[in-house]
């Protein structure tokens, strides 16, 4: 459901909105549906009728119990169910690495984005390196490493279509991989309040076809490079 408000461009978006929306339909659809239903049918089935004393229940009973052990049991199957859903997806997309094509270098500051690019070597770090403040380019259909930074202070790197945030921690190299799947334009957020400037450190991915990225590196890529 996520992704008809939010389009799903990555690899594993879906997984992850599969995870959503299983909570969704657990939580409030069966759970808010259930609970109510029987809220409504306790409220008739006890209510006042004259001649009729109230009583008082003090939940000894077996068949009293029940009421709080089934309903008990069956919310464990439900987090057992969401759990292991859940595992799943982390596993696919924080254990499981796959192949590399690419890596980025992604710096986070107040306030904005710094992204390193390979050259036409396809290689980080090297002469041909491409930088740029706010723009990622990437090309469609390739699986990125990522080593994510910061300069300063906290920030969390966002990009919802992609439904990956991670954070930026001073001193620390985070990695993590996406795989874009379809090209557009879409937002880069900063979702940890890093100071008064927060607001304001907005970016931009830009998934191109593998011609129109080609055609971008060989634009920009540093005079003299490879000489």
């Known amino acids: ?15 992850i909105d599969f995870v959503f929306d299983l909570i969704f339909w657990i939580v409030i659809v069966f759970w808010f549906v259930l609970v109510e239903a029987v809220f409504v049918w306790l409220i008739v089935r006890f209510r006042k009728r004259d001649g009729v004393r109230a009583q008082y229940i003090t939940g000894e009973l077996k068949s009293e119990k029940n009421w709080v052990h089934y309903p008990h049991l069956l919310v464990l199957a439900c987090d057992v169910v969401i759990l292991a859903a859940a595992i799943r997806v982390w596993y696919n997309v924080k254990q499981h690495v796959p192949p590399i094509d690419e890596t980025v270098r992604i710096v986070g500051q107040q306030w904005a984005w710094s992204f390193v ?4 070597d396809g290689r980080l770090d090297t002469q041909d390196d491409i930088k740029t403040v706010d723009d990622l380019h990437l090309e469609v259909g390739k699986t990125y490493a990522f080593k994510l930074e910061s300069r300063d202070v906290l920030h969390s790197f966002s990009i919802p279509v992609f439904r990956l945030k991670q954070d930026a921690i001073p001193g620390r190299v985070v990695t993590g991989w996406f795989k874009p799947i379809a090209t557009g334009s879409h937002d880069i957020q900063c979702a940890e309040i890093c100071g008064i400037g927060h607001a304001l450190m907005p970016g931009r991915v830009l998934i191109e076809t593998p011609e129109a990225h080609a055609a971008w590196i060989v634009s920009h890529s540093p005079s003299g490079a490879g000489e």
């Open 117 to 120: 690019h390979p050259g036409a």
């Open 1 to 15: 459901m996520i992704e008809n408000w939010v389009p799903a461009v990555s690899s594993f978006a879906g997984d």
